[in-house]
């Protein structure tokens, strides 16, 4: 049984910068895509970005394209998401997930379903 943990969530300003990362125990993420989702309070469960087990596919929702980059280290365990230029609208728990489906826009969907999750790690955007 896979266990995911996020790490790196913060309160930081607008237009500040995050790394999140995210790792396993009890089974290593190399076979599954990983994405990472986050929830708002009050707000639907939103898909941020996602990565193929090879990190030769990656998506990202609209509201984050062109700031966020996601990516993996195979070695490490780990998976990344990086945040640049964050908005108030940026805040929010996010989510590690894992799943042996590929990454593709579907995957980012609402109420999709993976494998495992994470806890989440809380991320906060204020001045």
């Known amino acids: 049984q896979m266990q995911l943990v996020e790490s790196g969530g913060a309160l930081v300003q607008p237009g500040g910068s995050l790394r999140l990362s995210c790792t396993s125990s009890?089974?290593?993420?190399?076979?599954?895509?990983i994405a990472w989702f986050r929830q708002a309070p009050g707000k639907e469960r939103e898909g941020v970005s996602c990565?193929?087990?090879?990190?030769?596919?990656?998506e990202y929702a609209d509201t984050v394209k062109d700031r966020f980059t996601i990516s993996r280290d195979m070695a490490k365990n780990m998976a990344y998401l990086e945040m640049n230029n964050l908005k108030p609208d940026d805040a929010g728990v996010y989510y590690c997930?894992?799943?042996?489906?590929?990454?593709?826009?579907?995957?980012?969907?609402?109420?999709?379903?993976?494998?495992?999750w994470g806890q989440g790690t809380q991320v906060d955007v204020s001045s």
């Open positions: 997930a894992a799943d042996l489906l590929m990454c593709g826009p579907s995957r980012l969907r609402p109420g999709v379903q993976y494998d495992y």
């Open positions: 009890g089974e290593r993420l190399t076979y599954y895509a």
């Open positions: 990565i193929s087990a090879a990190a030769d596919v990656k």
